[in-house]
Structures are given as C-alpha cells and as structure tokens.
C-alpha cells in the first residue's frame, strides 16, 4: 500500500435562490475540485449546514425567502456547531458590503470574487 495523502475536495453549501444562479455558481465549483450542496432558501441551508458534514465554506445570498441571508449569518455565528464556518455573501444587495461575513463577492463580478474563495479553500502550498 502507499502512502494515503488526506486530501477532501471542500465541500461548498450555496445558499441561492435563483435555480440558474446557483446552478452556475454549482458549475465553477465543481469545475474546480469542490463538492457542491445547494439550498434555495435559508431554513434548508441551516438544516443542511447542520445535517451534512460540516461544510468547508458557504456562499450566501442575502435575498432568500423564508429566512434572508443576514438572520443566517446571525444564526449562525451564534451557534457554536457553526459559528466556524466561513461565508462568503454573494449578492447584489445594497447592504452586502456592510454584512458581517468572511468576504463579500458581487454577483456581477462573480468570477473574479470566486478566484478568491478558491484561493482560501486551496492549500497554501498548492501553485494555482
């Protein structure tokens, strides 16, 4: 037997609720080596964020029905099961830049942003 290297492809919880934009943020994801799970409202993304192993990242609309991005990011940086978790906020809202989150990624910049995310779930000494 070889050695076994630990090496997970990230696992990724979109929390979009336009099927098309989630679909293509899915698509870039998993072109890029991650797993994708995506949630189109926010109570399902915290009962998947809470059911699946723990993801590695979240990227978050703010605008979701049932339950908006911002009481999300409330929730849960107040429970300690996920208050670890990194999220990104993928949105055009006019207050996405002023969320408390990891990082902020435009919709209308969205490849650019995700260079970013791909380089915080990267190891750091993986050569882009």
């Known amino acids: 037997m070889g050695s076994r290297v ?3 492809s990230p696992l990724v919880l979109v929390v979009e609720d336009q099927p098309e934009a989630a679909e293509l943020i899915a698509s870039i994801l998993q072109r890029e080596g991650c797993e994708v799970v995506i949630a189109h409202d926010g109570e399902r993304a915290l009962e998947l964020a809470r059911e699946l192993p723990r993801p590695d ?6 605008e979701l029905p049932v339950m908006d991005g911002r009481a999300i990011l409330e929730t849960m940086r107040s ?3 996920l208050s670890g978790i990194p999220v990104v906020v993928v ?3 006019p207050d996405a830049t ?11 910049r969205l490849l650019e942003g995700l260079e970013r995310v791909f380089a915080r779930l990267r190891p750091s000494n993986t050569a882009a």
């Not at 990242?57 to 703010?62: R, W």
């Not at 002023?98 to 902020?104: E, K, L, P």
Request: hydrophobic share 40%; no cysteine.
């Open 91 to 93: 949105s055009e809202a």
């Open 57 to 62: 990242l979240v990227l978050l609309d703010l």
């Open 98 to 108: 002023t969320v408390r989150a990891t990082d902020n990624v435009r919709k209308t």
């Open 79 to 81: 429970d300690p099961s």
């Open 6 to 8: 630990s090496i997970h």
